[in-house]
């Protein structure tokens, strides 16, 4: 018997990398074969798999944070693997490594929060680093992080 979590998910990753093919050929059409430089960010692990517990992962158990992880890292993985045909499309990873829901110092908010597990304004800041980085490496240009 198929596990309906498994195909609902498969089904998912498959229609996010059609949906990127698709956009980023428009572009590219669009643009008369001289498209912008795109850049597409990773999505960060919001839980840590640690066990870590606070009041926003309660109900949680370390099987649930595991099989959350395991999709985010699928879906960064069909993002970056559905832009690489794409010169112009740049993969920037996140990490919020040491920065999760339940850390002493979150770059997430929690459920209680106006907009649970985005980012808040520090994991907002780490994202534009990575991707001003990104831009920077990009184009050649030396960067020192502030």
Request: aromatic fraction near 8%; hydrophobic fraction near 40%; include cysteine.
């Amino acid at each position: 018997m198929w596990d309906k979590d498994l195909l609902c998910t498969t089904a998912l990753l498959a229609t996010e990398s059609m949906n990127l093919a698709t956009t980023l050929t428009d572009i590219q059409l669009q643009s008369n074969d001289i498209p912008p430089q795109v850049f597409l960010t990773s999505y960060y692990s919001a839980l840590s798999s640690d066990e870590r517990s606070c009041s926003d992962t309660q109900r949680l158990t370390a099987s649930d944070i595991d099989w959350i992880n395991s999709k985010e890292g699928e879906l960064n993985t069909v993002i970056a693997s559905s832009i690489a045909p794409f010169s112009f499309a740049h993969y920037v990873p996140l990490d919020f490594t040491g920065h999760e829901l339940c850390s002493s110092d979150p770059w997430v908010q929690g459920t209680q929060a106006a907009a649970p597990f985005h980012p808040t304004a520090e994991g907002q800041d780490a994202i534009a680093r990575a991707i001003l980085g990104s831009i920077r490496q990009t184009q050649g240009l030396t960067w020192v992080a502030r």
